[in-house]
């Protein structure tokens, strides 16, 4: 079985890790929020980690991620990046952290996709959306066809490592913070979504209102995924900034993958 562990707050990792799912079957889609403190076993014929670029370097539930899991001795690992065109020394320094625990790599592989951060950027819609989605798309293909044939390709952003080691670091201080930023205008509606799509559960739902916990990682997924675009980001003008998610997997499909951890009827369930 090819295993697909994969961390998404807007789609673009979820439908690359499909499209490769769908390439090299049989294969299942496993959600790597849901492994929030628990020691992970991996196994497989084969294994990938599918995730984007945070701050030039992982997401803090991928970082944690990789500080618990267990990969079995000789399953081939490779690891499939994604970001906004930046990573800098992103997937280089993915694959030291897993080095650190003697955990080996046998390919490291990084896709531009669309950007989701909103604070930087305007996140793509429309025909924009589309392309981006298509490219990425296409790229898999490449992906795909060196997986099979077992090559070794050279991990991008090497030279860059060690700074998007020192960057990723203290992107993470203080975050947990940043979510007295979000707030909820009057658009909300009360569905409470929110407080479903939240990867690590900082936020609650009361009195028709979400809460956020500080705990927050930063990931936006409360802010694109809100069907009346009401959650707000007080640093920028937030109200004019686009929703993002990949066109290929709607609201209903990210919420599947949300309560049920894994995705797609062309991919087998567990069990
Ligand atoms: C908190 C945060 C930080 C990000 N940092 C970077 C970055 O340093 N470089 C970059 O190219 N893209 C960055 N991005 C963009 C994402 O890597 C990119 O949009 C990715 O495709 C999103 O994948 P997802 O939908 O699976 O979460 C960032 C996004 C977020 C939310």
């Known amino acids: 079985m090819h295993r697909l562990y994969v961390y998404s707050s807007t789609g673009n990792s979820l439908a690359l890790a499909e499209g490769l799912a769908r390439r090299l079957p049989p294969a299942e889609v496993i959600n790597m929020a849901f492994f929030r403190e628990t020691t992970v076993r991996v196994s497989g014929a084969r294994v990938g980690f599918i995730f984007p670029v945070h701050a030039f370097g992982l997401p803090a539930v991928v970082r944690s991620f990789f500080s618990r899991v267990e990969v079995e001795p000789g399953c081939p690992l490779y690891l499939l990046l994604n970001s906004a065109g930046l990573p800098l020394g992103a997937p280089a320094l993915a694959e030291r952290l897993l080095a650190d625990r003697a955990i080996s790599v ?14 930087l950027s305007n996140p793509p819609a429309g025909e924009k959306s589309r392309s981006l989605a298509d490219r990425g798309e296409q790229a898999l293909d490449d ?8 090559d070794r390709p050279t991990t991008p952003g090497k030279g860059w490592r060690f700074l998007s080691e020192v960057i990723n670091r203290r992107a993470f201080l203080g975050t947990a913070d940043e979510d007295r930023r979000f707030f909820a205008s009057n658009d909300c509606d009360g569905c409470s979504l929110c407080s479903q799509v939240c990867p690590v559960g900082n936020i609650t739902f009361s009195d028709g209102r979400p809460h956020w916990h500080h705990r927050c990682t930063g990931c936006f997924a409360c802010f694109h995924w809100c069907p009346q675009k009401a959650i707000q980001y007080n640093r920028t003008n937030s109200e004019a900034r686009n929703r993002y998610h990949h066109p290929a997997i709607s609201r209903s499909r990210y919420l599947d993958w949300c309560r049920e951890g894994q995705l797609s009827p062309e991919v087998p369930r567990k069990g």
């Open 106 to 119: 046998q390919s490291v592989f990084h896709i531009p996709m669309a950007g989701n951060y909103p604070p």
């Open 143 to 150: 992906v795909a066809e060196t997986l099979r044939r077992g």
